[in-house]
């Protein structure tokens, strides 16, 4: 946990046309709780990315899972990073690390399988690194350490950009927002950053 970056950032909720409206009018975000969440419990965000975040909402349209979208749509937030797990931070890693072992630990001696992350690239559900994420959270309650308030990564997806590239055409880096108070304003974002 570090506040060694910028404490302020501009992230982007990809929704449903109705949920932006929404939210722009003033109602809370609602927390993703689902098992296969990236960065366990939050807010999602695309960090400094408003085509990206809609181009998620349009993906997720097409998805079971995503069948509340009819019109994609982005959210622009002013988010306070806060007590950040920085996964791009040495030490964010080695505490998600540790997670992971205590997770394994656990599942091994009430004798359950551990979870599994989708082995497809190209699916979004990652469970195991749900189930870690929460295991963090609740090493860091037992312990009456400070709460994490947002969980930072860089996620490197998407087909390479040009043949024998190194950059993918969906990398980006995401923002799980888990203290709604670092959430500290919405704005509607310009249509000329969606081109």
């Known amino acids: 946990m570090h506040r060694l970056a910028t404490t302020f950032v501009l992230g982007y909720h990809g929704c449903d046309e109705s949920v932006a409206e929404w939210l722009l009018g003033g109602e809370p975000f609602q927390k993703s709780k689902n098992d296969y969440?990236?960065?366990g419990p939050g807010?999602?965000?695309w960090e400094a990315n408003p085509l990206r975040g809609l181009e998620y909402a349009t993906d997720l349209q097409s998805t079971t899972w995503g069948s509340?979208?009819?019109t994609p749509a982005v959210v622009g937030a002013i988010i306070?990073?806060?007590?950040c797990l920085d996964l791009m931070n040495s030490a964010g890693i080695r505490q998600i690390q540790a997670a992971y072992v205590t997770y394994i630990a656990n599942c091994e001696a009430a004798g359950y399988e551990p979870l599994k992350n989708s082995p497809d690239v190209h699916q979004l559900q990652r469970p195991l690194d749900c189930a870690v994420f929460a295991q963090l959270h609740a090493?860091?309650?037992d312990n009456m350490e400070q709460p994490i308030d947002t969980v930072r990564g860089a996620f490197v997806e998407g087909e390479p950009v040009y043949k024998g590239a190194g950059f993918r055409a969906k990398s980006h880096i995401q923002i799980c927002v888990c203290n709604t108070s670092c959430i500290k304003g919405v704005f509607r974002v310009p249509q000329?950053?969606?081109i």
Not at 80 to 83: A, Q, T, V
């Open 68 to 70: 509340d979208i009819t």
């Open 139 to 141: 090493i860091r309650k």
């Open 37 to 39: 969440d990236w960065l």
């Open 80 to 83: 306070d990073l806060g007590h």
């Open 43 to 45: 807010i999602y965000f």
């Open 192 to 194: 000329e950053q969606l």
